[in-house]
């Protein structure tokens, strides 16, 4: 057999290996189907909910700083310094307490959507898996990673599917 034909034979078998492997791939939107999840929204109300009470308290003390600030630019000039001094006090220290209370707050929202978002992240990884089980895919890529790909290859649909009835 000649160098040419041993390459033929070689490129031709290397291109059906390479079609037969791409028939087993598909693509999946991780970002479309998390935000499609019923699990999300109620995620998120449950996150609103927990740290509701603490958000009502930051924002009350952010405006009472805002109104304290304003009322000492108005009135300063008709105080006296007794009480400029006082509000100057009193502003400072409920941006102490603004300081104290909003970035632990933040943190924790920070924090405890993190952790949520690991438990989704599994879902569709869970649900990822099935999809893919069920209909023989040997690789699903995120529609990210990849520039063009046919509808047929899309499998979102299917995976929200999947994990909406994940609990």
């Known amino acids: 057999m000649t160098l040419a034909k041993k390459i033929l034979a070689l490129t031709t ?3 059906f290996s390479v079609s037969a492997w791409a ?3 598909a693509v999946v939107d991780v970002q479309k189907v998390v935000a499609q999840l019923p699990q999300m929204a ?4 449950q996150l609103q909910q927990e ?8 924002e009350k003390l ?3 700083i805002q109104f304290n600030m304003e009322k000492f630019q108005r009135e300063s000039m008709t105080m006296s310094q007794e009480q400029q001094d006082k509000l100057r006090a009193d502003i400072e220290e409920m941006q102490k307490q603004f300081q104290a209370k909003a970035q632990p707050l933040q943190e924790n929202i920070r ?3 993190a952790e949520e978002r690991n438990k989704i992240m599994a879902i569709v990884k869970q649900a990822v898996d099935q999809v ?13 990673s990849v520039a063009f790909v046919t509808p047929e290859k899309d499998i979102s649909a299917q995976v929200v599917e999947k994990a909406s ?3």
């Open 13 to 15: 078998g290397i291109l």
């Open 42 to 45: 109620t995620m998120q109300q």
């Open 51 to 58: 740290f509701a009470g603490a958000a009502e308290e930051v």
């Open 111 to 113: 924090r405890r959507q």
């Open 62 to 64: 952010k405006s009472d």
């Open 165 to 167: 009835k994940i609990k």
């Open 132 to 144: 893919a089980a069920e209909q023989k895919i040997d690789v699903v890529l995120q529609a990210q």
């Open 23 to 25: 028939e087993s791939i």
